[in-house]
């Protein structure tokens, strides 16, 4: 994992990705599976995502997170966009956004290994991602 400025004293490890940098975690699992175009979605809608590595605070698991500076989802559709198929843009336009499964994939595998995934709006626009796993 490429730690950006190394560990804090509270094991805290911040990064900052873009689209283009080959070292973002996203960019090997699209090319190992065979979709080297695609993004995840912090980099697709905001250009770039600050993504975050730290110990809870009792040292029995982890958080990791996830903030970027793009549109966000509205406050009420921020669980809906959990369910499986939804999507916050209408259209069924495939170059606006996907099927509408990733947060749904995800939430689910987070909780069968006993984790929560939350969404809040960032402060000061965007969107926070945080998964926890103790």
Not at 25 to 47: N, T
Not at 52 to 70: K, S
Not at 87 to 112: C, F, K, P, W
């Amino acid at each position: 994992m490429r730690r950006p400025g190394g560990a804090g004293p509270e094991g805290d490890l911040r990064g900052r990705w873009r689209s283009a940098d080959p070292l973002h975690p996203a960019s090997g699992l699209a090319s190992r599976a065979g979709q080297p175009d695609r993004q995840c979605a912090a980099l697709r809608y905001a250009g770039s995502a600050e993504v975050g590595l730290q110990r809870e605070p009792r040292g029995l698991g982890f958080i990791i997170t996830i903030e970027d500076r793009g549109p966000g989802i509205p406050v009420d559709k921020l669980e809906s966009v959990f369910e499986p198929f939804y999507r916050v843009e209408a259209s069924r336009n495939r170059h606006t956004g996907g099927m509408g499964l990733g947060l749904y994939i995800a939430r689910d595998l987070t909780q069968r290994m006993g984790g929560t995934l939350v969404l809040r709006p960032r402060e000061g626009g965007g969107l926070r991602a945080e998964l926890r796993l103790s």
